[in-house]
């Protein structure tokens, strides 16, 4: 087991922890897309180590954190303009208060 | 070890010009002990912090505006072994140490706790979604004439024709969106001195005021010699060796950049937002596929 | 212990630790920028596990992607300057043994799999650069074509919720 794979997954672990950690426990939309971020964070940690690591000739993992990234950027506008339409509608972005999206 | 010395030497010596050159455009005086005088002046006064602040916010900003272009200055090459690192995506990582600024800028201007710097921070990040783009396209374009991101690579490959007559449309957008980065006017949004007082300057005394000054000047010459490598062919040039080729080119950027603003009025950033969008970035596509043209058509 | 193990060890656990600061202040500029510095350091493990040309991009993006965020933050929120100290979490015991069991559960998978025989080197930066070039616009290229396709989508899709229902006459 190469020590550099372990520590480089063990991070991508503990970022997914915390993402998970934060998305879940957060009230308020702006912080839960946080958390998703460091989720996806995670995600791209683990692409990086193994395309090192595992398939250093193989160029299409590196295509693959570029598609994570551009996620991301997707996931910060939708969820921003969603932020702005709530925020209109309502004045908040607070989960709690948004109950009334439960099906 | 030497390298990173001299270049930094360097950078001193040309941030000092340049803060002698803003004076002069700014005031019409030419004194060459100015910035000396005034950088006593400012260590000499007292150093005052807002109440409430965001303390690290506070003290980390002024530092990172100074590291961000020292960082971008690593990878500009002033002749072809005078570089710090010639990294093999130098082109890219010169933008990357240079949204820096804009961190740096956000932070100085919440973490003090004043209105008047809130303002400005907030102004700089509307004026980077306007600005933004018209420095990554242009690059681009260069990029794809050298076909390499390494900056000495880039130099090299302007040995015929210099990409100012190769491109000219890509370095009008690339000189504005510079000024537009050093917040140079009439880009000084996030600083402007008549409606925001100083802006994110405005709570800053002493010490950190000087080392935000510094780190704009120093902001100034980085962005004057990425303009130089990208688009003035760098250190070549006949008869002069190639450092004094350089010099006198990126000293000529600074003045040209510190001259143009002076008579202009401050852009509004509403203004700036619409043109650098509606007008900047369709002509950025058009240099991007122009030279694309080009690159495929000249041998 | 080499160098590179040194500093991805290093550039991981600044990652982490800027993480776990996002939730635990109660400043939202702060937790904006604490994610910053956060994905800063992942750009930078990126350059220290030898991805140059993703180590600079990741430092390149985020900086702007965050620095939004820290706006949003600042707009959205009651309380931005955290001075005074509203609890903005629920189910937090829920929360926190579910982001406990997702690492341990993460862990377990790196420790116990085979992760078969490990390659010593990687191609060179310039090198890397321009495979990612050729694989972007050859065999990837519908991938990427659809990424960019959707990321239109998704600026437009943004632009039509964010815009507000009632049009406004007169004033343009």
């Known amino acids: 087991m190469n020590v550099e794979l372990l520590l480089a997954l063990v991070t991508g672990a503990a970022l997914f922890g915390v993402g998970i950690y934060g998305a879940l426990s957060q009230t308020n939309l702006v912080m839960i897309m946080m958390g998703v971020e460091l989720i996806l964070a995670a995600a791209m940690v683990n692409l990086v180590a193994f395309w090192r690591y595992l398939h250093p000739d193989a160029a299409a993992a590196q295509m693959f954190v570029l598609i994570v990234m551009t996620v991301m950027a997707i996931e910060m506008a939708v969820g921003f303009g969603v932020a702005i339409a709530r925020f209109r509608a309502r004045g908040s972005v607070e989960m709690e208060e948004a109950a009334e999206l439960k099906g | 070890m ?27 005086r030419f004194r060459l002990a100015g910035p000396v005088v005034a950088g006593i002046a400012l260590l000499g006064r007292e150093f005052i912090v807002p109440r409430k602040p965001d303390r690290i916010f506070f003290e980390v900003a002024p530092v990172l505006l100074l590291l961000s272009a020292l960082l971008a200055a690593a990878v500009v090459p002033l002749t072809p072994d005078l570089i710090i690192t010639d990294l093999a995506t130098g082109a890219l990582f010169i933008n990357a140490a240079l949204v820096y600024v804009l961190v740096a800028l956000l932070m100085a201007g919440w973490g003090p706790n004043g209105a008047y710097a809130m303002i400005g921070g907030w ?42 007559v190769y491109q000219p449309l890509g370095f009008m957008l690339f000189f504005v969106a510079a000024m537009a ?25 002493g010490v950190r005021l000087a080392i935000f000054r510094l780190g704009r000047l120093a902001l100034i010459v980085t962005l004057a010699a990425a303009a130089v490598v990208f688009y003035l062919g760098g250190w070549q040039g006949p008869w002069l060796p190639p450092w004094a080729w350089s010099a006198i080119k990126i000293l000529a950027v600074c003045a040209t950049m510190l001259l143009a603003g002076r008579a202009m009025p401050r852009v509004r950033d509403a203004d700036l937002l619409h043109w650098c969008w509606i007008l900047g970035i369709p002509l950025a596509l058009l240099n991007i596929f122009l030279v694309g043209l080009l690159v495929l058509v000249l041998p | ?33 604490a994610l910053l510095f956060s994905q800063t350091a992942l750009g930078a493990l990126f350059l220290s596990m030898q991805a140059e040309f993703l180590g600079v991009l990741q430092i390149m993006m985020m900086a702007t992607e965050m620095s939004i965020m820290a706006i949003f933050m600042v707009m959205f929120m009651m309380d931005p300057g955290g001075l005074g100290e509203m609890d903005m979490t629920h189910q937090k015991r829920l929360s926190l043994a ?42 990837s290229m519908l991938i990427f074509e659809t990424a960019g396709v959707t990321i239109l989508t998704a600026m437009i899709a943004a632009t039509a919720v964010a815009m507000p229902a009632v049009k406004r006459i007169g004033n343009k």
């Open chain 2, 2 to 28: 030497t390298t990173v010395l001299v270049l930094l030497l360097l950078l001193a010596a040309g941030t000092y010009l340049v803060a002698v050159l803003e004076a002069w455009t700014a005031s019409g």
């Open chain 2, 123 to 164: 102004r700089f990040l509307g004026q980077l979604i306007a600005y933004a783009m018209l420095i990554v396209m242009p690059i681009t374009a260069v990029v794809m004439r050298a076909e390499s991101l390494l900056t000495t690579r880039i130099v090299a490959s302007q040995a015929g024709l210099w990409n100012i």
């Open chain 2, 181 to 205: 980065l050093a917040f140079l006017p009439p880009f000084d949004l996030p600083t402007a001195k008549a409606e925001l007082a100083g802006g994110v300057e405005a709570e800053y005394s």
């Open chain 3, 1 to 33: 212990m080499s160098a590179q193990t040194f500093f991805i060890g290093f550039f991981g656990l600044a990652a982490v630790w800027f993480g776990v600061v996002v939730f635990r202040t109660h400043s939202m500029v702060r937790s904006a920028l």
């Open chain 3, 98 to 139: 579910a982001g406990f069991v997702a690492f341990a559960a993460a862990v377990a998978a790196a420790v116990f799999v085979d992760w078969g025989p490990v390659a010593g080197v990687a191609p060179d930066a310039a090198q890397q650069t321009h495979d990612l070039g050729i694989e972007l616009l050859g065999r």
